[in-house]
């Protein structure tokens, strides 16, 4: 055979896809991972090679379900908060500012897993907080969910936010306490 690994990508790749659009758990795959193993073991020790290459593909068609079903995110955390109240965050400080035109960007966790990406605006003149990373912050700030702008073909931004734990954008507002 001149590409030996064509087959097994190519089963490996069809279970990511089907597990896309079939709602399968983890622990069913386990099974049926399992399973098939199993089977593949038993015909090569028979000698039966055309059911031990079918029992091995099966397996690597479960196995690309399973990589497809551990890796896929779980609902995102909710806060109890509308876009326009001012709830007041504690969290650690996890990636340090970044400065844009009278703008300072960081991250905040505010739990395992829940991130706020908060924004602070500054006045002429006006010196943006020394935070560090790792530091412990309680601020005040309007929070929402990112959105995107629905333009097709567009920067998917709430999916890259969602990567990264984050779901919530902060605005601190002008004279809010950090």
């Known amino acids: 055979m001149k590409d030996p690994l064509v087959a097994p990508l190519a ?9 896309h659009f ?16 199993a089977l593949a ?9 055309r059911l031990t290459l079918l029992c091995g593909a099966l397996a690597i068609f479960a196995t690309g379900i399973l990589d497809d079903a551990m890796h896929r995110p779980g609902p995102p955390p909710e806060l109890d908060a509308s876009s326009q109240e001012i709830v007041i965050l504690d ?5 340090p ?12 966790a505010l739990d395992p897993g829940a991130r706020a990406r908060v924004s602070l605006n500054l006045r002429d003149g006006e010196q943006a907080p020394a ?15 990112p959105r995107n702008f629905n333009n097709p073909g567009s920067f998917d931004y709430v999916t890259y936010l969602a990567r990264q734990s984050v779901y919530w954008t902060a605005s601190v507002p002008h004279g809010g306490k950090i």
Do not use: M
């Open 22 to 37: 079939a709602g399968f758990t983890t622990r069913e795959t386990l099974l049926a991972l399992a399973a098939f193993c």
């Open 41 to 49: 073991t038993v015909s090569h020790w028979r000698k039966a090679r």
């Open 11 to 19: 089963a490996f790749a069809c279970g990511i896809l089907l597990s």
């Open 91 to 95: 969290g650690c400080v996890v990636e």
């Open 97 to 108: 500012f970044s400065l844009y035109e009278n703008r300072e960007q960081f991250t905040l």
């Open 131 to 145: 935070l560090r990373y790792g530091q412990r912050v309680e601020i005040e700030a309007r929070v929402r969910h």
